[in-house]
């Protein structure tokens, strides 16, 4: 299933379809260069003043990718060694050995564990990357973690365990590297959020909870340190596929870091909302429609970029979920609008005057226009001067 822009099928700007491995470009005019296959080179739009194609960066940045075993990880630790950055590759201690992670060291790359639902575990990794490069420029955090099932069939355990990693293990990141970051007065934090951070998929709602509270946190982070140089961008991927060789053993399914818990009676019929996510995740398989090589690409982009957005979405899906969704909460604003703002008067009605008292004019019945409240507004919010405080 290959789902692409409408510029894309007409020749456009590249999409992110695909599984093409990131190339070296050479300019060629406005496109920003093509690879040897005659397929323009994805590149962030020109305003962000990313790096330029075929042409090495202005300096060699210093990156920690939590979650690097991942599937999205994999793919931005091998993009970020191949355009010559450094990189320290994060594990999860319950899913990669000592001995694996070590077999990923080299003179441009570290390989360790860590737990980013503890606080010190999390901080060793700092002093870590510190004591074997010198500095730290960019975070990724592509940890993550969501079981698939029914809000009322998630116990305890693994709803907390979801928040324990995707809001606390951010929390945790932050924690540990503000300070170092303030210190150098500039930083950059990549964090991989989820279409699922700004709308509400049926049978994942604890998940898509811990992914609005993580977005919630970035942008009031982003506030409180923008005197220190700091940056910060939120990268929202839909349907993301791993481009690796069939012939990779794999201990993680096809969809990576979810889990998909049985379903109780109530929501285990065919057509049960409450199974959504499980019969998309089943259904599209390894047929996800966005390259995670390409997006590894683009982030790495941002590392670089000078002015990165808030929020990058990678993937037709994730831009018409998005879009969808804010389309709804504008209709929906406008619609209950009248709740809370002036209604326009209709002929033969007054004019509210200053402080809502009655304007100069009259009605054709010679009676006072307005009514002397707000402009005929209903105000929801506090007690009505007629209601007292029941």
Not at 207 to 236: H, N, P, Q, R, W
Not at 254 to 265: D, R
Not at 276 to 284: E, P, T
Request: net charge negative.
């Amino acid at each position: 299933m290959d789902i692409r822009s409408n510029a894309d099928t007409a020749g456009g700007a590249p999409s992110i379809a695909g599984s093409e491995a990131p190339t070296t470009a050479t300019p060629t005019g406005r496109e920003g260069g093509r690879d040897g296959g005659n397929k323009p080179k994805l590149q962030l739009p020109a305003s962000c003043e990313p790096p330029q194609p075929g042409q090495p960066p202005a300096k060699q940045l210093v990156w920690i990718v939590f979650g690097g075993t991942g599937h999205m990880g994999r793919s931005l630790v091998k993009s970020i060694l191949s355009h010559s950055d450094l990189v320290t590759t994060v594990g999860r201690v319950f899913e990669t050995t000592p001995t694996e992670i070590a077999t990923l060291n080299s003179d441009s790359c570290l390989g360790t564990l860590c737990d980013v639902r503890d606080h010190a575990s999390v901080s060793k990794v700092i002093e870590k990357t510190l004591d074997r490069f010198g500095r730290i420029d960019c975070i990724a955090n592509c940890s993550g973690y969501g079981v698939i099932g029914a809000c009322e069939d998630q116990d305890d355990y693994e709803v907390r365990n979801q928040f324990e990693t995707n809001f606390m293990g951010t929390l945790h990141i932050l924690q540990a590297s503000l300070p170092y970051f303030r210190q150098q007065n500039g930083g950059r934090y990549l964090i991989f959020s989820s279409t699922s951070g700004a709308l509400g998929v049926p049978g994942l709602g604890p998940y898509c909870a811990t992914k609005y509270a993580v977005e919630g946190l970035i942008e009031a982070m982003l506030y409180e340190v923008d005197s220190f140089g700091i940056k910060a961008t939120l990268v929202e991927p839909g349907l993301v596929r791993r481009d690796e060789p069939a012939e990779i053993t794999n201990s993680l399914p096809t969809w990576g870091h979810f889990l998909i818990k049985p379903a109780s009676e109530a929501y285990s019929h065919a057509t049960s909302p409450a199974l959504h996510a499980k019969r998309m995740v089943q259904w599209l398989g390894d047929r996800q429609p966005t390259s995670a090589v390409k997006c590894a690409e683009l982030v790495w982009q941002l590392g670089h970029c000078s002015y990165p957005p808030l929020r990058l979405l990678l993937g037709s899906y994730a831009i018409e979920s998005i879009r969808d969704r804010l389309r709804s909460v504008t209709e929906e604003l406008e619609d209950w609008k009248h709740l809370n703002f002036p209604v326009a008067p209709t002929e033969g009605e007054g004019v509210a005057g200053e402080g809502g008292k009655t304007g100069e004019g009259t009605g054709e019945d010679g009676q006072e226009g307005g009514d002397g409240e707000e402009g005929n507004s209903i105000v929801v919010e506090g007690t009505s001067p007629d209601m007292g405080e029941n």
